[in-house]
C-alpha cells in the first residue's frame, strides 16, 4: 500500500534541476544537457561531503543555483547552445 497519497507538487525537485541542467547546456543542445548533468551532479555530489558542508553550510542545496547564475553571466546561450533565429 501507497504510503503518500498522489499531490500535485511530487516531483518539483526533479523538473526544477531538469531545467537547470537544460538551461545551463544550452536549449536544443543534447551534448550541452549531458556536459551540464555531469557537471552539476558531480558538483552537487561534492557539494555534499561532510568536510565541505562543515566550511560551507547549506552549499549543497545552493551550488546548482550559482553554477546556473555563473554560467548564465558568462555564456547566456549555456555552455554548448546555439545563436538563436532572431539575434545578430
Known sequence: APILAPNYHMGMDFLVLSFVVVVVGGMGSLPGAV???F???ILQSF???N???AIIPGI???IIYLVAIVVLLV?????MG???VMED
Not at 555564456?75 to 555552455?79: A, D, E, T, V
Open 35 to 37: 556536459a551540464a548533468g
Open 82 to 84: 546555439k545563436a538563436g
Open 60 to 62: 549543497d542545496q545552493v
Open 75 to 79: 555564456r547566456p546561450r549555456g555552455l
Open 51 to 53: 568536510e565541505v558542508k
Open 47 to 49: 557539494a555534499s561531503m
Open 39 to 41: 557537471l552539476l551532479g
